[in-house]
């Protein structure tokens, strides 16, 4: 029998529930004379701020076992490049579909860059991140509270009639109360995780690797972490999450699913194997076949 | 950019903590200077960027130096094991797929002659350009400097493409004592573009010091090592360049020092 690997999104057909995370894969122009976009059952652009960044200094990366620390800190071209460039020319050539993945500083930034990407036909769906480990001053510290997320979620829906997920920070004690107040507020979806806060030192030069000290922790040691996250959070809420997280398998997808996530994220292993989704979702059917799957959409959620 | 497994011909020990290793594949490679592989080591989460040295038909030279523990497993690496490359596509192929890592150095840029540059294993990238310079019957004239004697390598190579090579080394126990741009001082040699790949200070001081036109390839710790995870970033004349993707080559204007 041939297999079902859509699912639906808020309204949104995926042909696959797989997606490049934001930050893994650029705006999907850089991987265009690579691979076939359009295998992807969506991509998430790189995360724009209001004004274009230049990010942290280098080093940013630093790998650890079974995983790696960014610290790109939002390197952007900014709002208007994006909604203006970059959407557009991913749009000519890819037909999935597209998530802006949005950061900010203040809520009237948050609202004013998806007022944006609203006006943006080449935009699908906005992913607004509270969740950036990198920046100072934003990014994690609209989502480490239920009212600051929950602001900043009733700022953006203000602005907007494209589906708007609100990706969350696994660095907090409570992801469900969190997650329950952005649904409260009006999000119609939850990704989670962005990356987990780490630290490598460099035991010759006595001094941190990353030039920032700190990083975002992501790869596949983080999955576990990140599907019970999932877990909770699609058990506690009624709007649909993006899993994300430590992907780096069919199986992890399919696990993902079962725990919650109606599409799911691929971060960290692109970095390390630019094919990694496509060969993802080339593995699936065969999975399905052995798991007894017909329809992806149909194990989403199903471990109770 | 493509992912291609190759077959470890070779891998042996040529200066102090220095490895040269052969890689075959079994379909031609498009690999310019200054360009590198992106090699995957079995038990470490991200790639080794390693800048390619030379090019056969079906494979490709590149010099090492053990740094680190990816280094070190490759460096216990045998002929007969396979390593998995991120690498520049058959150029036969109509894929698209044929653009390599990096951007390369820019050969046809020289006139007549070529001034090369190298510090320690600086020297491995310019031994291909070297070759190119010399195909498009450019003179070539090479300055290596090392720490010190032991770590010294390439020199045969180079002279036996026919390329006169100045040795610099910092302790003076082989060629000039001191440091390139001394060497550089003491052989006056005659070129009208420069070619520098090294440490960071070496290039610096090479690029601030000769008044021809040059460039420098540059070095970062990167992700993705393909231009999509923004990880190598360099703040540049220009705006911000990621060295994987727009570099490693840079003209030697473009980076604020």
């Not at chain 1, 999907?28 to 652009?45: M, P, Q, T, Y």
């Not at chain 1, 829906?157 to 004690?173: C, E, G, Q, R, Y």
């Not at chain 2, 195909?135 to 004697?149: I, S």
């Not at chain 2, 001394?182 to 040699?189: C, G, R, V």
Request: net charge neutral; with cysteine.
């Amino acid at each position: 029998m041939v297999k079902d690997l859509s699912v639906s999104l808020c309204g949104l057909r995926l042909k696959n529930p797989v997606i490049p995370a934001s930050g893994t894969f650029g705006f999907g122009l850089e991987l265009a004379d690579s691979l076939d976009l359009n295998v992807l059952g969506g991509i998430s652009l790189k995360g724009t701020t209001r004004e274009a960044r230049f990010g942290n200094p280098t080093p940013r990366i630093a790998e650890c076992t079974a995983g790696m620390i960014n610290s790109v800190g939002l390197q952007n071209p900014g709002i208007e490049a994006l909604v203006s460039d970059k959407a557009p020319a991913l749009r000519r050539i890819y037909d999935g579909v597209v998530i802006a993945n949005i950061s900010g500083y203040s809520v009237e930034e948050y609202a004013y860059n998806c007022a944006r990407a609203d006006a943006c036909p080449a935009i699908d769906l906005l992913e607004v991140n509270v969740s950036c480990p990198n920046v100072h001053g934003g990014g994690m510290a609209f989502g480490t509270d239920p009212q600051s997320a929950a602001a900043v979620t009733r700022a953006v829906k203000a602005v907007t009639h494209k589906p708007v997920f609100i990706k969350l920070s696994p660095n907090v004690t409570d992801i469900v109360s969190i997650a329950r107040a952005c649904e409260d507020a009006g999000a119609n979806g939850i990704t989670l995780i962005n990356t987990v806060l780490g630290m490598r030192i460099d035991i010759k030069k006595r001094k941190p690797i990353i030039a920032n000290k700190m990083g975002g922790f992501s790869g596949p040691a983080v999955f576990p972490l990140a599907l019970r996250m999932v877990y909770q959070v699609a058990h506690a809420c009624g709007i649909p999450v993006m899993g994300c997280g430590g992907v780096a398998r069919a199986e992890d997808v399919v696990e993902m699913m079962m725990a919650g996530a109606t599409a799911v994220q691929v971060g960290a292993e692109n970095l390390r194997n630019p094919s990694a989704c496509p060969e993802i979702i080339e593995a699936l059917p065969a999975l399905m076949e052995r798991l007894g799957i017909d329809r992806l959409q149909d194990i989403i959620g199903i471990v109770e | 950019m493509q992912k291609r497994l190759f077959k470890i011909d070779s891998n042996d020990p040529v200066a102090r903590d220095t490895l040269r290793m052969g890689l075959r594949t079994d379909a031609p490679v498009a690999i310019r200077s200054g360009q590198f592989v992106d090699i995957a080591i079995p038990g470490y989460y991200l790639r080794r960027p390693i800048s390619v040295s030379d090019v056969l038909p079906d494979g490709v030279i590149l010099f090492y130096k053990v740094v680190g523990e990816g280094t070190k497993v490759m460096a216990g690496m045998t002929p007969g094991m396979e390593l998995e490359l991120l690498c520049g596509g058959d150029p036969g192929s109509q894929s698209g797929m044929t653009k390599g890592m990096g951007s390369g150095f820019h050969p046809e840029k020289c006139q007549e002659a070529a001034l090369l540059v190298g510090g320690g294993l600086g020297a491995a990238p310019l031994y291909l350009l070297a070759r190119e310079l010399l195909a498009a019957g450019k003179r070539v004239t090479a300055v290596l400097g090392f720490n010190k004697a032991d770590e010294i390598c390439l020199v045969e190579q180079y002279r036996a493409l026919g390329v006169p090579v100045h040795i610099a080394t910092l302790d003076g126990s082989a060629g000039t004592k001191g440091f390139v741009t001394d060497a550089i001082a003491a052989a006056k040699p005659a070129f009208d573009r420069f070619y520098t790949c090294g440490p960071l200070p070496m290039m610096k001081a090479v690029c601030t010091t000769l008044d021809a036109p040059g460039e420098a390839s540059m070095e970062e710790r990167m992700g993705c090592g393909a231009g999509f995870c923004y990880g190598c970033t360099l703040q540049t004349q220009s705006g911000p360049r990621r060295v994987c993707a727009d570099g490693p080559v840079f003209d030697k204007e473009e980076i604020l020092w």
